[in-house]
């Protein structure tokens, strides 16, 4: 989650299971083209590609507020609350750490990052809480529709793209002018999705 201040948190929850329902920022970063990626590496070398996309993503997140909910794959999921983030701005939050999250991915510098990035944002209410059986597997998860979408948009993004939903562009009260705006159809959804692209300076 966030070590530094969630230690209390996860031991109440593998005692006492449960959850609520929660407004919410969430964010999900991933590889783009890992499998390729992985092709031209040695299984080693790729193994210290995505722990180094782990520990630079974690600790941006931990240093935004926000809280890590899983590390799977090629791909780190957190969301943000308001009681942990600056001027209680969950939304506002996570923008600034995808947007750090590129940047120390090396998107913002001359020639190819060194991990290729994609983000998706989306703001709503989730269920977050403790699921599986007590004492044995207990696990803070983060569930829901808005989770779908998240995970959605940042199908999206390109490398160097952070997928923003209109929903979390307004909380976080964002200055759109360089942004490009999409309607998006999205997998699995009837309705389409408002966003904005956000896409690094050297991209």
């Known amino acids: ?13 593998n005692a006492h ?5 929660l407004e919410v920022s969430l964010l999900f970063a991933d590889i783009r083209g890992s499998t390729s990626l992985a092709e031209g590496m040695n299984a080693y070398e790729f193994g210290q590609l995505i722990n180094r996309f782990y520990q630079v993503t974690t600790n941006i997140i931990y240093e935004h507020g926000g809280m890590v909910e899983k590390l799977v794959g090629d791909e780190i999921t957190a969301f943000f609350v308001p009681a942990f ?3 209680n701005n969950h939304a506002r939050a ?3 750490a995808g947007k750090a999250i590129l940047a120390a991915t090396g998107h913002d510098r001359e020639g ?4 290729p990035v994609g983000v998706g944002i989306h703001t709503g209410e989730a269920y977050v809480g403790a699921v599986g059986e007590q004492g044995k597997n207990i696990d803070i998860a983060v569930l829901g529709d808005n989770v779908n979408i998240a995970a959605r948009l940042t199908g999206q993004a390109k490398t160097g793209e952070i997928v923003i939903s209109d929903d979390t ?11 490009e705006f999409q309607e998006l159809a999205l997998k699995g959804k009837e309705a389409t999705v408002d966003a904005w692209i956000y896409t690094s300076g050297a991209a």
């Not at 966030?2 to 929850?13: K, L």
């Not at 299971?17 to 329902?21: L, S």
């Not at 190819?112 to 991990?115: D, G, I, N, V």
């Open 17 to 21: 299971p449960g959850g609520a329902e």
């Open 112 to 115: 190819k990052p060194w991990a």
């Open 169 to 179: 562009c307004r909380l976080a009260e964002m200055d759109k002018s360089d942004l």
């Open 94 to 96: 996570a923008v600034m």
């Open 1 to 13: 989650m966030n070590p530094h201040m969630c230690n209390i948190c996860e031991r109440f929850a």
């Open 85 to 87: 983030t600056d001027n």
